[in-house]
């Protein structure tokens, strides 16, 4: 497994001079860059709570919910160089959430166990989980079938994805197994997509040449193999969502685009299952121009049985311009979308999610702002319209 020496030594030079060791090991970038965000109520308060991975300091971040909306900034907990895939869930079985963290420059995941009071740690003795193909998104679920969760993690330089087998005790002890011949994968999302009770997976593959994008099915066997195979999407896509877009009970893909380098513009598809693990393209909505880095948001926003889309609109077709947008699309319970409100967040808004924040049974979303080093929090009223309730810095809090 491969390791970038050089990077850890600079980093280690870098804390001392930028940041207080309570806060991180090293730092990576000049701004704190919010990334990716999960939700969970993480100090079990009956609130949710929101862990954001903050790619320029090296950290992930604990916002704590108030159950109104609000957010408190928490703990910074370190991971390694350059953090980029984040999941939450409990890999330990002792009822407490858990986050798992993927590190793009340090070629590992992290395993960061949570104690249920908003706190987080690494197990005692650390255990180092090596990766492969600079890591930079990840699914923590149950792949083999035997109650505990795993890691599905890619490595887009070597064209692979590796899953990494949970004890229930917050290892991965291993052997990994490596999935091979998966295209430049990116974005990725899993579910049983064959109806055959065991765990699939739909994982982006991204290519630099024109008309050569695909998303890669992964039907599994319910013992971590996989069989393989794909269709055509967009150019440069960043996000797949697993949904049922018309309601036949048969799992349906969203794909989302396009990442920075684009000549095209931002694009939503999507495409119908057939309930064996094959998708029809039934829709393409040209978003307009800029890209897109982070991952959109499947949810019935307007509460009518059909879902919806949220896309971060990260930035402008003019380099170094930031979007300050999430675009709201409706579907139409048949695998087609029309445009909705916009919503105006933070600079560079990098990833959506959808949960309901504040308990009131109406889906709403927290948007990460990766240039502002914001998380921006919008109450959703069932109705598809959504109205800011907070925004809140992950490196200090906002006056």
Known sequence: MKKIQFAALACVILSAAF??????????????????????DFNQDGKMDLAVN????????????????????????????????????????DGHLDLVNASNWGYDE??????????????????????DGEPVRLLLRDFNNDGRLDIFVNAPDDDKVVLYFGDGKGNFPGPDLEITGVTQPYGMDAADLNGDGKLDAAVCGVSNTAGQSVVTVMLGDGAGGFTNST???????????????????????????????????????????????VFAL????????????????????????KLDVAFPVTGTQTPHQHSTKVDIFFGDGHGHLS????????????TVIAVDIN?????????????????????????????????????????
């Open 19 to 40: 940041l207080p060791s309570a806060l991180a090991n090293h730092r990576t970038g000049s701004i704190i860059a919010p990334e990716l965000i999960v939700a969970g």
């Open 110 to 131: 992290t395993v960061l166990l949570g104690d249920g009071l908003g706190a987080f740690h690494v197990a005692a003795p650390p255990s180092e989980i090596d990766g």
């Open 359 to 399: 308990h009131d049974g109406h889906l709403d979303l927290a948007v990460t702002n990766r240039t502002d080093g914001t998380v921006t929090v919008l109450l959703g009223d069932g109705h598809g319209n959504f109205t800011t309730s907070s925004t809140t810095s992950v490196l200090s809090p906002i006056p």
């Open 282 to 305: 039934a829709q393409t909505v040209q978003v307009g121009p800029g890209n897109i880095k982070g991952d959109i948001a499947l949810g019935d926003f307007d509460e009518d049985g």
């Open 54 to 93: 903050c790619t320029g300091f090296d950290v992930v971040a604990i916002l704590f919910g108030d159950g109104q909306g609000g957010m408190t900034l928490g703990e910074h907990f370190p991971v390694d160089t350059l953090s980029k895939g984040l999941q939450v869930g409990d890999v330990n079985m």
């Open 231 to 277: 269709f055509s999407v967009g150019d440069l896509p960043s996000s797949c969502k697993i949904g049922d877009l018309n309601n036949d009970g048969i799992p349906d893909i969203v794909v989302a685009g396009a990442l920075p380098g684009n000549t095209t513009g931002n694009y939503i598809s999507t495409f119908l299952g057939n309930g064996r693990g």
């Open 339 to 350: 445009t909705g409100p916009v919503l105006t967040v933070g600079q560079e808004p990098h």
